[in-house]
């Protein structure tokens, strides 16, 4: 089983990456955990990114989100 986030703009759209496929897709995870850890590692640099939200994927099955990144107002 791989995990991956897909990244979010602010529209709800998925971003891409410069090769044109989803972003966040190039960064797989073992586990479900590590997923997570990782969220929690980066998520400010990629709100800051401009990714606005994001999406849990194991393998091609959606887990959980959108996800927002952005702060409680």
Known sequence: MTWYWRFLDPDGELMKDDDGGPAGRGVEFPT?????SWIGEHWRHLAESGVDSVILYEDERQVYGPMSLQPPE
């Open 32 to 36: 479900q955990s590590d997923a997570e």
